[in-house]
């Protein structure tokens, strides 16, 4: 990889922690802000709002403008079609065993509201991370499946599911 590839990909890498870490300021001015009206967490809450409207958002804008469509043909021919959908099975089995660990807690007695809060935070992430993993199922896989497969390979495909009960 040549200085200035490597140095683009460093950036890249970087912008993304730098999204993070405003994601985390986000979330951090709406826990201070439950705690009560602190004036400091009222002004992150307007920063973060800026952040995702002024530096998210844009990001967002150019990896489907440049990013995405530069790396097609190489994840068609060299990757996983697929991997996206795996990496965000296991995001949604790492949070689902935190909240299954935190539910135990509370259901043998724990009441810590912090536990509770956190446990309610994991819940809200499943639900959110479901739901886009569920819509990239719905309006790619299914949508190519009824194009692109017969009848039966659609059998084939959904069969072993419904044998295990999954609708």
């Not at 140095?7 to 970087?14: C, E, K, M, P, S």
């Not at 007695?109 to 990239?136: C, F, M, S």
């Amino acid at each position: 990889m040549t200085p200035s590839a490597d140095a683009l990909t460093q950036g890249y890498i970087r912008e993304h922690d730098q999204l993070g870490a405003g994601l985390a300021a986000l979330t951090d001015a709406l826990d201070r802000l439950v705690q009560g009206a602190d004036p400091a967490a009222v002004r992150a809450l307007g920063e973060s709002r800026r952040f995702l409207r002024d530096v998210f958002v844009p990001h967002a804008e150019w990896e489907e403008l440049t990013f995405y469509p530069a790396l097609a043909d190489l994840v068609r021919t060299h990757g996983d079609p697929n991997a996206a959908m795996y990496i965000d099975h296991r995001e949604i089995l790492r949070r689902i065993e935190g909240f299954v660990a935190l539910a135990g807690r509370i259901e043998a007695g724990e009441r810590d509201p912090a536990l509770i809060d956190r446990a309610r935070i994991l819940a809200y992430q499943i639900q959110a991370l479901v739901e886009a993993h569920e819509k990239k199922e719905e309006e790619i896989h299914v949508a190519l499946m009824r194009r692109h497969l017969s009848d039966r390979e659609q059998v084939r495909a959904l069969s072993l599911g419904d044998q295990l009960g999954h609708d």
